[in-house]
């Protein structure tokens, strides 16, 4: 029996110990299969789903594109990702401190590829847990080395598949397929980036395994944290007791729960922080209980109060009011975004300058104009201002009553602008000129699809 304060993983001498877990059919095995399909489904082809023009979701570092699922974010949104990345985990801490370990257990690609893709080539080719570990102690041989060749090899397929997908979600699957086609001396950093993140997969999923979420997980550290003595999670009905501590008990200590655990733990001991609530130990207990006539459930889903889960109470409770207020941001700046970004700014080296005669003198205001296209298509703009005694010139061929400003998709466009009044104007008591900026999507009908930004600029002159 595994002492209590010891890693199952790790032999009296210090050493790792190979696990070899089994496998068991159960209810929740059948609805892990249905999710793992799901999850890499979602995984493979989410690179190739365009909304809008664009890839469904992409973190384009090169461009400082990121889109998400049809909204357009760049570099200076930086507070919008922000919320993005803060409501994902208020809501993995939301769902910890009432469901316990459920990501990791179920929804972890870490548990999502090693069981349904590593560990399945790994029975096709090797056999079962018992046959496994069998051979492994048997001196090297050619079936040997056949079968571990085969098995390291579809292993390294597998992980190139993982980490190209995983590199479409950060250049596209277009510019992902130029390079596939081309020499690797043509995008040296993207290949090598690729060679490492494949081997670092080929060690984690092929070898390192568990050792990943019992050592270098943060997560699993912080669930102590988050949970509470009524969070969901898998535990022993001491209850009904065991033949190791009496004679009376529904155990028949057969260490199938033990055997199929791929932390290798014995969920008997108590809650363990390795334990991932992957619900393996619940199907292969239910198995026996069933064979033996017994009730079922003497492992399974429970909290430590026995109080059941619920997320009405405080914890939950104040990980939801967070959420709720950072999702309220989010979708209030996101409602009210513009699909361009307009910004003028004074140039610094000439506050003001005075043009014409001195019949007819004008005062000059000189800015620059920063236009960006935060949307998914081409944008013509246009501008017009409040005052028509005020003359406004932007640029060198672009004028209030000439050509309208075009700007492609991320487009990022400086331009100079003018401003000529009459001292008269500032005078008068207006110092501030409204300029309104007219956007429209290339190709689309003006009338479905128009955005409107009013710029104050202010008007600097001698007589002010």
Aim: aromatic share 12%; net charge positive; proline share 5%.
């Amino acid at each position: 029996m595994q002492a209590p304060d010891q890693l199952a993983t790790i032999g009296e001498q210090g050493k790792r110990l190979d696990l070899y877990p089994s496998v068991v059919d159960g209810k929740y095995r059948s609805r892990k299969n249905g999710l793992y399909i799901l999850l890499i489904g979602i995984f493979l082809g989410l690179p190739w789903v365009r909304i809008g023009g664009e890839p469904a979701v992409l973190f384009d570092l090169a461009t400082r594109k990121f889109s998400l699922f049809g909204i357009l974010f760049w570099a200076h949104d930086a507070p919008l990702l922000f919320l993005v990345i803060g409501s994902l985990f208020m809501t993995i801490f939301f769902l910890t401190a009432v469901w316990g370990r459920f990501w990791c257990g179920w929804a972890c690609p870490q548990t999502v590829f090693i069981d349904a893709v590593f560990r399945r080539i790994e029975r096709w080719v090797e056999g079962d847990s018992v046959t496994r570990r069998r051979r492994d102690a048997l001196p090297w041989d050619t079936d040997k080395i056949t079968r571990k060749s085969l098995k390291w090899m579809l292993f390294l397929i597998c992980a190139l598949i993982i980490t190209h997908s995983f590199l479409a979600y950060f250049m596209g699957t277009e510019r992902l397929a130029e390079m596939i086609r081309s020499s690797p001396s043509e995008n040296w950093g993207t290949f090598l980036f690729m060679a490492f993140s494949t081997g670092i997969i080929l060690f984690n999923f092929g070898w390192f395994r568990e050792q990943f979420c019992l050592i270098l997980c943060p997560y699993g550290r912080l669930q102590g944290v988050l949970m509470d003595t009524r969070t969901l999670l898998v535990g022993y009905d001491s209850s009904r007791g065991e033949p190791r501590r009496s004679k009376e008990g529904d155990c028949v200590d057969c260490k199938k729960c033990v055997q199929v655990c791929p932390t290798g733990i014995d969920i008997r001991n108590g809650t363990q922080f390795e334990c991932i609530a992957c619900a393996a130990c619940i199907d292969a207990c239910d198995s026996v209980m069933l064979k033996l006539k017994k009730p079922t459930g003497l492992v399974g889903y429970r909290t430590e109060s026995g109080l059941g889960a619920t997320p009405f109470r405080t914890r939950p409770i104040l990980y939801f009011f967070i959420l709720g207020i950072l999702i309220t941001t989010l979708g209030y700046l996101l409602i009210t975004r513009k699909p361009v970004s307009i910004t003028i700014i004074r140039n610094a080296s000439l506050p003001y300058e005075k043009v014409g005669t001195e019949e007819d003198t004008r005062v000059k205001n000189s800015f620059h104009v920063d236009l960006h296209n935060q949307g998914f298509a081409p944008l013509r703009l246009s501008y017009r201002t409040d005052s028509p005694s005020v003359e406004v010139q932007m640029g060198s061929n672009s004028t209030l009553d000439g050509n309208s400003i075009l700007l492609p998709v991320g487009a990022i466009v400086r331009l100079p602008l003018e401003v000529r009044f009459s001292p008269s104007t500032l005078s008068m008591g207006h110092g501030k000129l409204s300029m309104t900026f007219d956007a429209v999507p290339m190709g689309s009908n003006p009338k479905l699809e128009q955005w409107t930004l009013t710029q104050e600029v202010p008007l600097v002159g001698p007589l002010r």
